[in-house]
C-alpha cells in the first residue's frame, strides 16, 4: 500500500462522495416523512461537532428536514459561574500560582473572569498541559500551584495521570481543583427533559475512545434512541448522519461505531484505570444553563486528599443563578435556537460574554456569531 | 482542547515515566505517553509513531494519513495554529 497521504485527503473530502451521502440523506429523510415544519431532531453531543457543523456548513447542507441540535459537549460552556468565582478566590491567595487552559480564562464569574482577576493582581497562568502545572510546581516550591482541572472523559485521564506522577514523585506543593463532569448523566438529564424532541444522536468520538462504547448502551436499551459514534471530518458527519437514519428507518435503536478507526469498543485501558483510581463519582454537579445533574462530575478520592484543592483550601462554593437574561439552558436543550436569545449579538458577543455559550469556539452561540455573520458578509460581498 | 492534535514521537526523554519528545507541526514538547503502550510494549518502541495528543497526553495511536487529515481539518478549524502556540508557550517555570 503506497497509497499517498494527500489521497487519502481527498478521499475524505470528495465532492462526489459527500453528495452521494447528501442525496441518501434526502432520500431516507423523504421516507421518514420528516418535513420542515417538523423536522427531525438529531443531537451533535460534543462541541467539536458542533464546531465542525459550522465550519462547513453542513447545516445548510444537509435537508431541511433535518435539524442539528446543538449538544452540551463544550467543557467550557457549562462551566457555572459560582465555580469561575471558586477558581478567582484560590487565585487571589498570595501562595497560589492558579493554572489553567486558555479557554477558561475569559469565562465570567459573578464579579470577574479569571482573566480580569489577573489584571487586578492574581497570579494566574495559562498552560497547555496539566504537565506544565506540575513543572511549575517543581520549579516552585515555596508556591501552592493549582491546576483548574475541567473537560469530560477526554482530558480526565491527563489530570489523573498528572496526579498519580504528582505522587509518585513527591511533588507536594501541587493540588488539582477538580472540575471535570462526565457526558453519560448529562445526556440521561436531556432524554429525561420534558418537551424532548431528539430522535437521535452522534456521539462524542474522543469521548468514546477513552470510555469506550458501552456506557452508551442505556440510550439504546432504555430510551430506544440511536447513537453513533462519529468522526470529526465532514464525511464522517455525514455518513453518521446516515447510520442514525438507517436505524430510525428499520426502527431500530443500536449503539454504532462510525469511527472504528480511533474508538475501540472498549476503551482505553490505561487512562480508564488512571481515572478509577484517582476521581470517584459526586452526588451531583452544577451545570451553567442546566441545573445540577445527579453523578454528573467526579471528585477526587479521599486517597488523593492532599492533592485536592478543595481539602487544601477554603472555597466559597456558592451557588450564583445563570444572569435572567441569559438563555444558555434553552438552547442547550435544543428548545431555542442561539439567535432567538434576547441578548444574542447585542450585550452578549465573544468579546463580551454573557453566557457561557459565547465564550469557546465549540459553543453554539459563539458559532452562530463567527459563522453566521461570515457568511452574511459573503453573501453580501 | 477536546480535538486533539496529531504528532509523531520523535525521542524518548524519560523512559520509566513514560514520556517522549512529540513533534507538532514542527514544534516539539515532552508528552505523556503512557496511554498508548500495549501490553508488551517499551517506550523506544514508539519512536515514529503517530499518536493523537490532548492536553499532553497521548491518547491514540493513528496512522499517518489519520494524521494528516485531522491536520487539515484542524488547519481549516482555526485550531492548528493556535494548538501549536499553546504547546510552545504552555507556562515557562
Ligand atoms: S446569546 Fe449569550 S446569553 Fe444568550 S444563550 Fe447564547 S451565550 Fe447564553
Known sequence: ?381 | MCLGIPGRIVAITNSSAKLATVDVLGVQREINIACVLGENETVADCIGAWVLVHVGFAMSRIDEREAELTLQLLHELGEAQAEARTMREGAMP
Open chain 1, 1 to 381: 500500500m503506497t497509497q499517498s497521504g494527500m489521497k487519502f485527503v481527498d478521499e475524505f473530502r470528495d465532492p462526489h462522495a459527500a453528495r452521494v451521502l447528501l442525496r441518501e440523506l434526502e432520500l431516507s429523510i423523504e421516507r421518514l416523512g420528516a418535513t420542515p415544519g417538523k423536522p427531525l431532531q438529531i443531537m451533535e453531543v460534543c462541541g467539536g461537532h458542533t464546531h465542525a457543523i459550522f465550519r462547513y456548513a453542513l447545516k445548510d447542507l444537509v435537508p431541511p428536514a433535518l435539524e442539528f441540535v446543538h449538544g452540551p459537549g463544550c467543557p467550557v460552556c457549562v462551566l457555572p459561574m459560582g465555580r469561575v468565582d471558586d477558581c478567582v478566590a484560590i487565585a487571589r491567595r498570595p501562595e497560589v500560582i492558579f493554572t489553567t487552559f486558555g479557554d477558561a480564562m475569559r469565562v465570567p464569574g459573578s464579579q470577574m473572569s479569571l482573566l480580569q482577576a489577573r489584571a487586578e493582581g492574581a497570579d494566574v497562568r495559562m498552560v497547555y498541559s496539566p504537565l506544565d502545572a506540575l513543572a511549575l510546581a517543581e520549579a516552585n516550591p515555596t508556591r501552592e500551584v493549582v491546576f483548574f482541572g475541567l473537560g469530560f472523559e477526554t482530558t480526565m485521564p491527563s489530570t489523573a495521570l498528572t496526579v498519580l506522577d504528582a505522587e509518585r514523585r513527591g511533588i507536594r506543593n501541587f493540588s488539582l481543583f477538580c472540575n471535570h463532569i462526565t457526558i453519560v448523566p448529562t445526556i440521561k438529564a436531556i432524554l429525561d427533559s420534558p418537551g424532548m424532541g431528539i430522535h437521535g444522536f452522534l456521539g462524542p468520538g474522543h469521548v468514546a475512545m477513552v470510555i469506550g462504547t458501552a456506557p452508551f448502551e442505556f440510550i439504546a436499551n432504555e430510551y430506544k434512541r440511536p447513537l453513533v459514534v462519529a468522526g470529526f471530518e465532514p464525511i464522517d458527519i455525514l455518513h453518521s448522519l446516515l447510520m442514525v437514519l438507517r436505524q430510525l428507518e428499520a426502527g431500530e435503536a443500536k449503539i454504532e461505531n462510525q469511527y472504528a478507526r480511533l474508538v475501540d469498543p472498549d476503551g482505553n485501558r490505561v487512562a480508564l484505570e488512571a481515572i478509577t483510581r484517582v476521581f470517584e463519582l459526586r452526588e451531583f454537579f452544577e451545570w451553567r444553563g442546566l441545573g445540577s445533574i445527579d453523578h454528573s462530575g467526579v471528585r477526587m478520592r479521599a486517597a488523593y486528599a492532599r492533592f485536592d484543592a478543595e481539602k487544601k483550601f477554603a472555597i466559597p462554593n456558592v451557588r450564583i443563578a445563570d444572569p435572567k437574561s441569559c438563555q444558555c439552558g434553552e438552547v442547550l436543550k435544543g428548545a431555542i435556537k442561539p439567535f432567538q436569545c434576547k441578548v444574542f449579538g447585542r450585550a452578549c458577543t465573544p468579546q463580551t460574554p454573557l453566557g457561557a455559550l459565547m465564550v469557546s469556539s465549540e459553543g453554539a452561540c459563539a458559532a452562530y456569531y463567527q459563522y453566521a455573520r461570515r457568511s452574511h458578509i459573503e453573501t453580501a460581498a
